[in-house]
């Protein structure tokens, strides 16, 4: 069974930096796209940065420049690295992914559990 265990987040002052992982659990054939998500109260769900297998990188407007998205393949690992952080970008994170179990499956959506991001002013 695939899963995507998440670790990180926490509290911290504005300006502040926190780092986010998110490992995949469980066999996958190929591991596609890889991105994190957020959700602030009353708000939907946005995408925060995504990653593609080869290294590219797309990332919202709002975190261009504070935060860094990036990916270790040989562990199946996601990281978000969060600098300059301000109190707007409080919310839960998720960790997702584009995953094709075996070679005749077809790609299938995962999420992690959430974890949650506090930013303090």
């Known amino acids: 069974q695939v899963q995507l265990v998440e670790s990180g987040g926490g509290l911290v002052q504005a300006g502040g930096s926190l780092s986010l992982s998110c490992a995949v659990s469980?066999?996958?054939?190929?591991?596609?796209?890889m991105a994190w998500y957020r959700q602030a109260p009353g708000n939907q769900r946005e995408l925060v940065a995504s990653?593609?297998?080869?290294?590219?990188?797309t990332y919202a407007d709002s975190v261009k420049g504070r935060f860094t998205i990036s990916r270790d393949n040989a562990k199946n690992t996601v990281f978000l690295q969060m600098n300059s952080l301000k109190p707007e970008d409080t919310a839960v994170y998720y960790c997702?992914?584009?995953?094709?179990?075996?070679?005749?499956?077809?790609?299938?959506?995962?999420w992690g559990q959430g974890t949650q991001v506090t930013v303090s002013s």
């Open positions: 469980g066999s996958a054939f190929s591991i596609r796209t």
């Open positions: 990653v593609s297998r080869g290294g590219g990188t």
């Open positions: 997702n992914a584009l995953i094709v179990r075996s070679w005749n499956d077809y790609e299938r959506n995962y």
